[in-house]
């Protein structure tokens, strides 16, 4: 049985708590889904929607995200639409996170953070909006 | 989300409530450079009610890291909850500062 559940919100910092709230109540009851995914979940889309908050609507007036989440047994599915100028996610440079303090960039942690707690990211982009998809698997593969 | 300071020696703890995101981040900055401002270059950062911390918050720490070093001191974190702790390992900040499971090893360390 897949549960779904959708919020939008403007695209300012002020809303960041509400997409990780909804996220919090949304899988509190899931039994699959224990503290430390759920965390996993929260930081990923916050990560995703700061990127559109500060990147996505430079230069144009501030628009909407929508956040869709999808929960079933197996994983749960997060679609982060916005209407903004599109993000190539793989072409973002990433931290060195084994590099010294003076060599710590300031930025960049955000999608590296993200790609260390998804199991799947995708990124699409059309003339109905900006989609990135981030999936979190609920229980490993089996294997063949 | 709150933020308090509380001298205990020469040591500053520096106590967070709540979430650390790109909204909150700033606030953090702020409050440590005003600590830092007041000379107070040794800090113990109390994580044990910060319930999330996003990369706009470990920003705000390697900020106030750095700062805090070039004036001869040091940020420490200490009782980190799990999924902070996690963030904060992920991203490679345990290998560049030191942490503490509780505010008292913290203070304790810089021998205050």
């Known amino acids: 049985m897949t549960e779904t559940h959708q919020i939008a919100r403007a695209a300012e910092r002020e809303s960041l708590a509400g997409f ?3 996220i919090e109540s949304a899988c509190k009851q899931h039994p699959a889904v224990d503290d430390a995914i759920r965390y ?3 930081l990923a889309v916050d990560e995703a929607c700061t990127n559109i908050i500060a990147h996505g609507y430079a230069g144009m007036n501030p628009g909407s995200i929508i956040l869709t989440l999808e ?3 197996r994983q749960v599915v997060m679609t982060i639409t916005d209407f903004g100028h599109a ?4 072409e973002a440079p990433m931290p060195d996170v084994a590099a010294g303090l003076e060599d710590q960039p300031t930025g960049g942690f955000g999608l590296f953070l993200i790609y260390q707690t998804m199991d799947e990211v995708r990124y699409e982009t059309d003339e109905d909006g900006n989609r990135l998809t981030l999936v979190k698997r609920l229980r490993p593969l089996e294997t063949a | 989300m709150d933020i308090t300071a509380k001298q205990i020696g020469s040591t500053t703890v520096v106590s967070i409530v709540g979430s650390v995101d790109a909204l909150t981040a ?3 900055t702020r409050f440590m ?9 040794q800090i113990v950062g109390d994580l044990s009610q910060v319930d999330f911390i996003s990369s706009a918050g470990l920003r705000a720490i390697l900020v106030t890291l ?4 070039q004036q001869g001191g040091d940020l420490r974190l200490a009782a980190a909850q799990t999924g902070v702790e996690k963030v904060l390992k992920m991203s490679g ?6 942490t503490y499971p509780t505010v008292d090893e913290a203070v304790a360390s810089f021998g205050a």
């Open chain 1, 40 to 42: 996993d979940l929260k």
């Open chain 1, 87 to 90: 993000f190539e996610p793989s």
């Open chain 1, 20 to 22: 990780r709230d909804l």
């Open chain 1, 71 to 73: 929960l079933d047994e």
């Open chain 2, 66 to 69: 750095k700062d805090s070093r």
């Open chain 2, 93 to 98: 900040f345990t290998n560049i500062l030191k």
């Open chain 2, 33 to 41: 450079n005003a600590e830092l401002g007041k000379g107070n270059k």
């Open chain 2, 26 to 28: 700033e606030q953090v």
